[in-house]
């Protein structure tokens, strides 16, 4: 069971916009520690997707949005396409000196 | 382009020791700014983070697998390694390496290989 706690699936129609939830504690999110999110796509490594809590690296796109609050984070996808679909991860990190990564999110696209 | 590159035997038997080099192009491992460490995934399963060094050879460890994780950086190389003793089916699973921010993200990522514990 992952310390960072994320729902295992969302799903949402093209076009929609959904949101992911990372829960973490006062040890790691709510100690100041950034999150930082991942997209896997089917067979592939993980990409960094957004980085301190709500930037993003050069090539992806606007619709990716992510923010941080307390002892959470959220991963926002607006203008949902079908090339969305794949697992999603948080990441952390720990005052136990431990990265800490959340369980993962699948993301269906109706 | 910074590109790593996991290389290592897919199949090791139980109780014995899973041996993983990562060897990294386009840049050097000796770099003031980053660490570089070693995530794994079960199949079908999420992430977990296995360690973490620097090319000075400071480490950080799960705590869950400290007991059974070595790793070594061979700056003259630009690679380092990963050794995870008495390992069980437990530990088959994709192993990735990937560059480290410390205490902050993964930027770059190896394609990942799979390692399988089977007698």
């Known amino acids: 069971q992952s310390v960072l706690t994320q729902p295992p699936s969302v799903s949402g129609a093209p076009g929609q916009r959904v949101t992911i939830s990372c829960t973490g504690s006062?040890?790691?999110?709510?100690?100041?520690?950034?999150v930082h999110w991942y997209q896997q796509l089917p067979g592939t490594a993980p990409k960094l997707l957004i980085y301190?809590?709500?930037n993003r690296p050069s090539g992806v796109p606007d619709r990716f949005s992510g923010s941080k609050s307390g002892t959470s984070a959220s991963l926002a996808i607006t203008g949902l396409q079908a090339e969305d679909e794949a697992d999603y991860y948080c990441q952390s990190y720990d005052s136990s000196l431990s990265v800490l990564f959340g369980g993962g999110t699948k993301l269906t696209v109706l | 382009q910074l590109q790593l590159q996991e290389s290592g035997p897919g199949l090791v038997k139980p109780s014995e020791t899973l041996s993983l080099t990562c060897t990294v192009s386009g840049g050097s491992i000796s770099s003031s700014s980053y660490y570089w460490g070693w995530i794994r995934q079960p199949p079908g399963k999420g992430l977990e983070w296995i360690g973490s060094i620097y090319y000075s050879g400071s480490t950080y460890y799960n705590p869950s697998l400290k007991s059974r994780v070595t790793i070594s950086v061979d700056t003259s190389k630009n690679q380092f390694s990963l050794k995870l003793s008495s390992v069980t089916a437990a530990d088959t699973a994709v192993y990735y390496c990937a560059r480290w921010m410390a205490t902050t993200q993964f930027d770059y990522w190896g394609q990942g290989t799979l390692v399988t514990v089977s007698s």
């Open positions: 301190g809590n709500s």
């Open positions: 006062s040890s790691n999110i709510g100690a100041g520690y950034d």
